[in-house]
């Protein structure tokens, strides 16, 4: 199994699951679209509908974000916020190895 896979976040979106994956790509987007994943994260925390859009595009690889608008909108973007969060932090540590060192009782480097 990747380092990777552990930072992979499902989202069920009115019955059609997306794969929310930890790439540069979904990184690189997130960041220069909201001035970094602090900012996207906070975002998000505030329910702002087209900051989850996106990020769900960019972690499922969706070019066009407005064709998921109406799932997310169908699903209530209440039930999108846990998993769009949580892949956000992913973002942040893609290969958990700050997570590691955390259970193993490592101090942080």
Do not use: C, W
């Not at 679209?33 to 969706?62: C, H, K, L, P, W």
């Not at 039930?79 to 700050?98: K, T």
């Amino acid at each position: 199994m990747s380092r990777l896979d552990h930072a992979i976040v499902m989202l069920d979106l009115d019955g059609e699951k997306y794969e929310l994956r930890p790439t540069l790509r979904a990184l690189r987007s997130i960041s220069r679209q909201y001035g970094g994943i602090g900012s996207a994260m906070e975002r998000v925390r505030a329910m702002d509908f087209d900051t989850v859009v996106n990020v769900v595009a960019a972690g499922a690889g969706i070019k066009d974000p407005s064709t998921i608008e109406d799932q997310i909108f169908q699903a209530g973007i209440v039930n999108a916020m846990p998993a769009v969060s949580q892949y956000l932090v992913g973002l942040l540590d893609p290969s958990g190895s700050q997570g590691d060192e955390e259970s193993e009782g490592k101090a942080p480097a």
